[in-house]
């Protein structure tokens, strides 16, 4: 049974920092893409980040430069470091496993303050 379950989501004040990690289970996660997708009320769900199974990221482009998403194939754990946080970040973020099948987390709930 595949799981991904994320962590470290909560209320932050606009300007702060947060680290999200995800944690999968059932997968053999040194070869899947990660990624880390959110999706804000109202709003379409939107990529964040991707690392691929050989260490590259790609970013959207509202995030580069902001955040910083890494891997840790001996934990099967991937994270996602968020900075200056905007009130436009609050979203529940999506922790996503790609290779030949797509798995999705429960998604863990971050909202921005001003």
């Known amino acids: 049974q595949v799981q991904l379950v994320e962590f470290g989501g909560g209320l932050v004040q606009a300007g702060g920092s947060l680290r999200l990690s995800c944690a999968a289970s059932?997968?053999?996660?040194?070869?899947?893409?990660m990624g880390w997708y959110r999706q804000a009320p109202g709003k379409q769900r939107e990529l964040v980040a991707i690392i691929h199974s050989g260490g590259t990221t790609t970013y959207a482009d509202s995030m580069k430069g902001r955040c910083s998403i890494s891997r840790d194939n001996a934990k099967n754990t991937v994270y996602l470091q968020v900075n200056s946080l905007k009130p436009e970040d609050t979203a529940i973020y999506y922790c996503?496993?790609?290779?030949?099948?797509?798995?999705w987390g429960q998604g863990t709930q971050v909202t921005v303050s001003s």
């Open positions: 059932g997968i053999n996660f040194g070869d899947y893409a």
């Open positions: 996503n496993a790609v290779w030949r099948k797509a798995y």
